[in-house]
């Protein structure tokens, strides 16, 4: 599996959140603490927006994250408001460039933890269910981008919550015709660059681990001495594999079946389930 992180609010340096807390997404690619494997090996991604651009920027690569000084480089020196970071353990699909996360359409970013079961009896039905207009964008061989453009085939651009049901709706049918009990696992993060959503299911409801951080203004009260919680505005927000820190009250996991949107006009949760 995989570890992931999302990150909206404040233009920030990636390297504040990627390598500085002391459980960073960088450690957790060496010592992940809730992962299916301790260590997440297989390539890695950063995708973030910027001012004036209408699609976002994505670098991704095969070698480990914790030894990559391009990756250290772009850290230190980029700055947005709005990022997606990911280190990949494979579920048995190449290591390759393409079948690094996060996945990139127009404006839209994609990243996801978890696996499509038997997804190699289950790919040729998935892939005839893409629009024939987007097949050709697919670039990998994994199970995470046939989600994301199937997600898009069921208008993602219009209705992300609804079309991440209707694709998670399809790969469960599709499994069980199969004779595959648990067809889907997942936690997946989807923006367009303003909006955030974040989900966490799985069709054994036993999801892997997805949390979000407490508001800003909360956790200054509780921690007045800490500097960078001064630095970040109240809308800053984190959605994680897993915590960055111990710091008291800063994560909330997510329940199992729940999506969450982070958004200019105040955060929401909600119930999700397949259609």
Same mark, same amino acid.
């Given at each position: 599996?995989?570890?992931?992180?999302?990150?909206?609010?404040?233009?920030?340096?990636?390297?504040?959140?990627?390598?500085?807390?002391?459980?960073?997404?960088?450690?957790?690619?060496?010592?992940?603490?809730?992962?299916?494997?301790?260590?997440?090996?297989?390539?890695?991604?950063?995708?973030?927006?910027?001012?004036?651009?209408?699609?976002?920027?994505?670098?991704?690569?095969?070698?480990?994250?914790?030894?990559?000084?391009? &990756? =250290?480089?772009?850290?230190?020196?980029? $700055?947005? @408001?709005?990022? *997606?970071?990911? %280190?990949?353990? #494979? +579920?048995?699909?190449?290591?390759?460039?393409?079948?690094?996360?996060?996945?990139?359409?127009?404006?839209?970013?994609?990243?996801?933890?978890?696996?499509?079961?038997?997804?190699?009896? &289950? =790919?040729?039905?998935?892939?005839?269910? $893409?629009? @024939?207009?987007? *097949?050709?964008? %697919?670039?990998? #061989? +994994?199970?995470?981008?046939?989600?994301?453009?199937?997600?898009?085939?069921?208008?993602?651009?219009?209705?992300?919550?609804?079309?991440?049901?209707?694709?998670?709706?399809?790969?469960?049918?599709?499994?069980?015709?199969?004779?595959?009990?648990? @067809?889907?696992?997942?936690?997946?993060?989807?923006?367009?660059?303003?909006?955030?959503?974040?989900?966490?299911?799985?069709?054994?409801?036993?999801?892997?681990?997805?949390?979000?951080?407490?508001?800003?203004?909360?956790?200054?009260?509780?921690?007045?001495?800490?500097?960078?919680?001064?630095?970040?505005?109240?809308?800053?927000?984190?959605?994680?594999?897993?915590?960055?820190?111990?710091?008291?009250?800063?994560?909330?996991?997510?329940?199992?079946?729940?999506?969450?949107?982070?958004?200019?006009?105040?955060?929401?949760?909600?119930?999700?389930?397949?259609?």
């Amino acid at each position: 599996m995989c570890r992931w992180l999302a990150y909206s609010g404040t233009p920030i340096l990636l390297d504040s959140i990627l390598y500085r807390p002391v459980h960073s997404l960088i450690d957790q690619s060496l010592h992940a603490k809730m992962g299916v494997e301790t260590t997440n090996g297989d390539g890695f991604g950063v995708g973030w927006y910027v001012p004036a651009k209408d699609s976002p920027a994505v670098v991704r690569d095969i070698g480990p994250a914790w030894s990559d000084r391009n &990756l =250290r480089e772009i850290a230190g020196h980029v $700055v947005s @408001p709005l990022f *997606f970071a990911h %280190i990949r353990a #494979s +579920t048995g699909t190449a290591v390759q460039q393409t079948n690094c996360h996060p996945f990139r359409h127009g404006r839209w970013m994609w990243m996801h933890n978890g696996a499509i079961a038997e997804f190699h009896r &289950l =790919r040729r039905d998935l892939a005839l269910a $893409v629009d @024939p207009g987007l *097949f050709s964008d %697919i670039e990998g #061989s +994994t199970d995470s981008e046939m989600m994301f453009y199937l997600a898009l085939t069921f208008g993602l651009e219009e209705d992300p919550p609804g079309a991440v049901a209707r694709m998670a709706g399809l790969v469960e049918r599709v499994g069980h015709e199969h004779g595959v009990e648990f @067809p889907l696992q997942m936690t997946v993060a989807v923006t367009d660059g303003v909006r955030l959503w974040a989900f966490r299911y799985s069709t054994q409801q036993e999801s892997r681990s997805l949390f979000y951080s407490t508001r800003v203004e909360t956790l200054r009260s509780l921690h007045p001495d800490v500097a960078f919680l001064r630095e970040i505005s109240d809308a800053a927000r984190l959605i994680v594999s897993e915590p960055l820190g111990d710091l008291p009250g800063a994560w909330n996991e997510v329940p199992e079946g729940t999506y969450g949107v982070v958004q200019p006009e105040g955060d929401e949760m909600h119930a999700f389930a397949p259609v």
